[in-house]
């Protein structure tokens, strides 16, 4: 079902179709100064046990709700692994051990802002949150047992549902956004697969358009560069959508089209399919572009250098970051196997490029170290923005050794749950304000 309606200045298009935003749902607009010192009291109690917590309530949620396993990789989830239940983790801890002064979390491309990018990406209506809340209440009271009076119950009931409200609530403003923005919707919807162009050894662009007689036909898409789409596609002409996964856009901002580019991963059951499947002509699902490890328009105009540093398939954020960066790149670092896997090696060959490669004849893997006094070297020193894309642990390793060596800015952009990193948001100076 799409809903079309009109502003003074747009058509809204969406397929979103149950209820949006906090009213009426009674959640609270502020927590008492009671709630928020028991909460700092028992944040030491909870901490510890946070991991446990987090891995009992996605066992009994799922059990109870096995439609919300669609919204979850299961490579990243209980029983297979704790990555996800990880990342909530450190979601809880954080909010407690901030609980006095929020702002922290609240910053421009932080922790509540790539949460809730998240959720729109996957469509998450305000009604699940009560799901999220009465399962997570009831793993904290299985977990910390009697620790759990009826004082602490109480003041954790309230703290979590006002991040309830507040999540929505800025969910609800980023749906709106999507819906505004040129070539815009909220909600997932069909477009055909207009091209397919080989890019790597096993990876893939696919260029996808609105059919005919879409309410976006024609349209040019505007995003800001570095965010993702959503794509389901029907597996083996089962009926059946897949989870929903997401993919950089490649595509530039304004185009009549949408692009991602598609890394097969063995054992991953849509790169696989879309890979050895689909063909230009079908029909897939995809929901707008969100995510928070972006350029936009104000940074594009302000960010005076940037390095640009990324591993494997990890390059596709840094494509849109060349296009409109330009000058502005002192340098592009790409860590591959070889040449025949560099994704959009031409694109970058036009600037300033520190190649390596692991495989071959003299070639082996840099280590951090390495890596970054290198890159240091030809970038003239520390004094940029590091804007970083690869394999988690790569990632972890080169922005310590960066701030260590006194980079100005480092961001990074992980392909998964970005909270169960070390640093998966951006750092200054010589300290990861979101480190565990």
């Given at each position: 079902?799409?809903?079309?309606?009109?502003?003074?200045?747009?058509?809204?298009?969406?397929t979103l179709t149950n209820n949006r935003g906090s009213d009426g749902m009674g959640l609270p607009t502020e927590?008492?100064?009671e709630t928020v010192a028991t909460v700092v009291a028992t944040a030491g109690v909870m901490a510890p046990e946070?991991?446990?917590?987090?891995?009992?309530?996605?066992?009994?949620?799922?059990?109870?709700?096995?439609?919300?396993?669609?919204?979850?990789?299961?490579?990243?989830?209980?029983?297979?692994?704790?990555?996800?239940?990880?990342?909530?983790?450190?979601?809880?801890?954080?909010?407690?051990?901030?609980?006095?002064?929020?702002?922290?979390?609240?910053?421009?491309?932080?922790?509540?802002?790539?949460?809730?990018?998240?959720?729109?990406?996957?469509?998450?209506?305000?009604?699940?949150?009560?799901?999220?809340?009465?399962?997570?209440?009831?793993?904290?009271?299985?977990?910390?047992?009697?620790?759990?009076?009826?004082?602490?119950?109480?003041?954790?009931?309230?703290?979590?549902?006002?991040?309830?409200?507040?999540?929505?609530?800025?969910?609800?403003?980023?749906?709106?956004?999507?819906?505004?923005?040129?070539?815009?919707?909220?909600?997932?919807?069909?477009?055909?697969?207009?091209?397919?162009?080989?890019?790597?050894?096993?990876?893939?662009?696919?260029?996808?358009?609105?059919?005919?007689?879409?309410?976006?036909?024609?349209?040019?898409?505007?995003?800001?560069?570095?965010?993702?789409?959503?794509?389901?596609?029907?597996?083996?002409?089962?009926?059946?959508?897949?989870?929903?996964?997401?993919?950089?856009?490649?595509?530039?901002?304004?185009?009549?089209?949408?692009?991602?580019?598609?890394?097969?991963?063995?054992?991953?059951?849509?790169?696989?399919?879309?890979?050895?499947?689909?063909?230009?002509?079908?029909?897939?699902?995809?929901?707008?572009?969100?995510?928070?490890?972006?350029?936009?328009?104000?940074?594009?105009?302000?960010?005076?250098?940037?390095?640009?540093?990324?591993?494997?398939?990890?390059?596709?954020?840094?494509?849109?970051?060349?296009?409109?960066?330009?000058?502005?790149?002192?340098?592009?670092?790409?860590?591959?196997?070889?040449?025949?896997?560099?994704?959009?090696?031409?694109?970058?060959?036009?600037?300033?490029?520190?190649?390596?490669?692991?495989?071959?004849?003299?070639?082996?893997?840099?280590?951090?170290?390495?890596?970054?006094?290198?890159?240091?070297?030809?970038?003239?020193?520390?004094?940029?923005?590091?804007?970083?894309?690869?394999?988690?642990?790569?990632?972890?390793?080169?922005?310590?050794?960066?701030?260590?060596?006194?980079?100005?800015?480092?961001?990074?952009?992980?392909?998964?749950?970005?909270?169960?990193?070390?640093?998966?948001?951006?750092?200054?100076?010589?300290?990861?304000?979101?480190?565990?």
């Open positions: 079902m799409c809903i079309i309606s009109k502003t003074e200045t747009k058509t809204v298009v969406s927590m008492t100064p946070s991991l446990e917590i987090t891995k009992t309530f996605y066992n009994a949620m799922f059990k109870k709700h096995p439609g919300l396993l669609a919204y979850f990789n299961p490579a990243h989830n209980v029983p297979i692994s704790t990555h996800q239940p990880k990342a909530l983790a450190s979601s809880i801890v954080a909010y407690a051990s901030n609980i006095k002064d929020l702002s922290p979390l609240l910053v421009p491309g932080g922790p509540v802002m790539a949460i809730a990018h998240r959720h729109c990406a996957l469509n998450v209506y305000p009604a699940q949150y009560l799901v999220v809340y009465e399962n997570l209440m009831q793993s904290i009271a299985k977990v910390l047992g009697d620790a759990v009076t009826p004082e602490v119950a109480k003041a954790w009931s309230e703290a979590v549902l006002f991040l309830a409200k507040a999540l929505i609530d800025v969910e609800e403003s980023l749906y709106q956004m999507a819906e505004k923005r040129e070539g815009g919707w909220s909600g997932p919807i069909e477009f055909e697969v207009a091209e397919i162009t080989d890019q790597g050894r096993d990876i893939k662009s696919f260029s996808f358009k609105p059919p005919a007689g879409s309410p976006l036909e024609g349209s040019n898409f505007e995003f800001t560069p570095g965010q993702y789409l959503s794509l389901q596609a029907d597996y083996l002409g089962s009926g059946n959508l897949t989870s929903p996964r997401h993919y950089t856009v490649t595509s530039p901002p304004g185009a009549d089209y949408l692009q991602c580019t598609i890394k097969k991963i063995p054992g991953g059951k849509l790169s696989t399919f879309m890979h050895d499947n689909v063909k230009v002509g079908d029909k897939v699902m995809l929901t707008a572009p969100f995510g928070v490890f972006t350029v936009d328009k104000d940074e594009q105009s302000s960010i005076e250098s940037v390095v640009l540093m990324s591993a494997g398939i990890g390059v596709t954020p840094m494509v849109n970051f060349q296009r409109v960066l330009g000058e502005k790149v002192k340098l592009s670092v790409h860590v591959d196997k070889g040449a025949e896997d560099h994704a959009f090696k031409d694109l970058f060959d036009v600037t300033d490029t520190f190649t390596s490669y692991t495989r071959g004849p003299g070639n082996s893997r840099m280590d951090a170290t390495a890596l970054v006094n290198e890159t240091l070297k030809k970038a003239g020193g520390p004094d940029h923005l590091f804007l970083i894309c690869g394999p988690e642990s790569w990632m972890n390793e080169v922005q310590k050794e960066l701030l260590a060596n006194g980079a100005k800015e480092v961001r990074c952009e992980v392909f998964g749950s970005q909270l169960a990193t070390e640093c998966p948001f951006g750092a200054r100076g010589s300290v990861c304000p979101f480190a565990g």
